[in-house]
């Protein structure tokens, strides 16, 4: 796999690319591009990086592998193409962003707006086998995620980590407290979003988080 990320964060994962699972996880990736439908198109596997470069990074929020219907996937998780119906996931999303701050999200299910101003949406495993969720997990895209988000903890101060559901919450279980901002609750989907994921105020407490360190806040329209 010839990895086109953006720099600044091939300069934090380039020793990444000479892991040994590394070389097994393109070897696969190649593999099942040629055999049948992946999602996403293979030039947005690293989509979430390009579009929000690693010292631009402001908020992180995790999800765990792309969409796996046709023509959903755009490499940044919950996010779907401009005109493409929104996911429930999504749909409960801006749910709580109209509950949370009094505003309505733009029509679109395109999120690139968010990730303009510093939001990383990145997926656990960044690829999938077309109507087969998670069938590309554990061939090494974990440990590629797990490698961004650590450099992300260690390099950098001050990020807000939303994360939903059992899932992201083991994931960023090593992030540090007392440097960045964890958050917490069920994910949004239909079956876990009563749980807790409405009402979480994650989208006003990351806003609030990042005003008091003087920066600027996510317009989370």
């Given at each position: 796999?010839?990895?086109?990320?953006?720099?600044?964060?091939?300069?934090?994962?380039?020793?990444?690319?000479?892991?040994?699972?590394?070389?097994?996880?393109?070897?696969?990736?190649?593999?099942?591009?040629?055999?049948?439908?992946?999602?996403?198109?293979?030039?947005?596997?690293?989509?979430?990086?390009?579009?929000?470069?690693?010292?631009?990074?402001?908020?992180?929020?995790?999800?765990?592998?792309?969409?796996?219907?046709?023509?959903?996937?755009?490499?940044?998780?919950?996010?779907?193409?401009?005109?493409?119906?929104?996911?429930?996931?999504?749909?409960?999303?801006?749910?709580?962003?109209?509950?949370?701050?009094?505003?309505?999200?733009?029509?679109?299910?395109?999120?690139?707006?968010?990730?303009?101003?510093?939001?990383?949406?990145?997926?656990?495993?960044l690829t999938v086998a077309a109507h087969r969720a998670g069938s590309h997990q554990g061939k090494g895209w974990e440990a590629f995620t797990d490698a961004?988000?650590?450099?992300?903890?260690?390099?950098?101060?001050?990020?807000?980590?939303?994360?939903?559901?059992?899932?992201?919450?083991?994931?960023?279980?090593?992030?540090?407290?007392?440097?960045?901002?964890?958050?917490?609750?069920?994910?949004?989907?239909?079956?876990?979003?009563?749980?807790?994921?409405?009402?979480?105020?994650?989208?006003?407490?990351?806003?609030?988080?990042?005003?008091?360190?003087?920066?600027?806040?996510?317009?989370?329209?």
């Open positions: 796999m010839n990895v086109r990320i953006e720099n600044g964060w091939r300069r934090r994962l380039e020793s990444e690319w000479t892991a040994p699972y590394f070389a097994d996880l393109a070897r696969f990736v190649r593999e099942a591009y040629s055999a049948g439908a992946v999602y996403p198109p293979a030039a947005k596997v690293f989509a979430a990086f390009d579009s929000c470069p690693f010292d631009d990074v402001k908020v992180v929020i995790l999800g765990q592998d792309p969409y796996h219907e046709p023509g959903q996937a755009n490499g940044l998780c919950f996010s779907v193409a401009d005109g493409v119906q929104q996911p429930p996931s999504l749909v409960n999303i801006f749910k709580e962003i109209r509950d949370d701050l009094g505003i309505e999200p733009y029509a679109s299910g395109d999120l690139s707006r968010w990730a303009r101003q510093g939001v990383l949406l990145l997926n656990s495993t961004a988000i650590r450099a992300l903890n260690d390099g950098r101060e001050g990020i807000v980590f939303m994360l939903w559901g059992s899932y992201a919450i083991r994931k960023g279980e090593h992030i540090d407290r007392s440097r960045h901002l964890v958050l917490t609750s069920p994910h949004p989907s239909p079956l876990s979003a009563y749980r807790g994921f409405f009402g979480n105020h994650h989208f006003s407490r990351a806003n609030a988080y990042l005003q008091s360190r003087g920066l600027a806040q996510i317009d989370w329209r």
